[in-house]
Nanobody, 112 residues
Framework: QVQLQESGPGLVKPSQTLSLTCTVS????????WEWIRQPPGKGLEWMGA???????WYSPSLESRMSLSRDTSKNRFTLQLNSVTPEDTGVYYC??????WGQGTQVTVSS
């Protein structure tokens, strides 16, 4: 059974950097592509970016200037960093694989 678990701070101050990690069990992160998706309160899902099975990174054009993805194959996890956060970055953040499923999501609030 494949499990994805997001982890990171629940509260981030404006202008700081948000860092989230998705740890995968039951499948190798080199086997499929992985996505980061978020949902602001009261809004729909927003695709943020992806890491391919081969280690390439794809970014939403609207976030590319502030966002960085990475992966650690030795620990079977991948990470999202979002710089210069604002309250508009508040929401539930998910890591997911279209083939294998989604994490439960982690709430991130940007507030001073």
């Amino acid at each position: 059974q494949v499990q994805l678990q997001e982890s990171g701070p629940g509260l981030v101050k404006p202008s700081q950097t948000l860092s989230l990690t998705c740890t995968v069990s039951g499948a190798s992160i080199t086997s499929v592509n992985w996505e980061w998706i978020r949902q602001p309160p009261g809004k729909g899902l927003e695709w943020m970016g992806a890491i391919t099975d081969g280690g390439r990174f794809w970014y939403s054009p609207s976030l590319e200037s502030r966002m960085s993805l990475s992966r650690d194959t030795s620990k079977n996890r991948f990470t999202l960093q979002l710089n210069s956060v604002t309250p508009e970055d508040t929401g539930v953040y998910y890591c997911a694989s279209w083939q294998l499923g989604w994490g439960q999501g982690t709430q991130v609030t940007v507030s001073s």
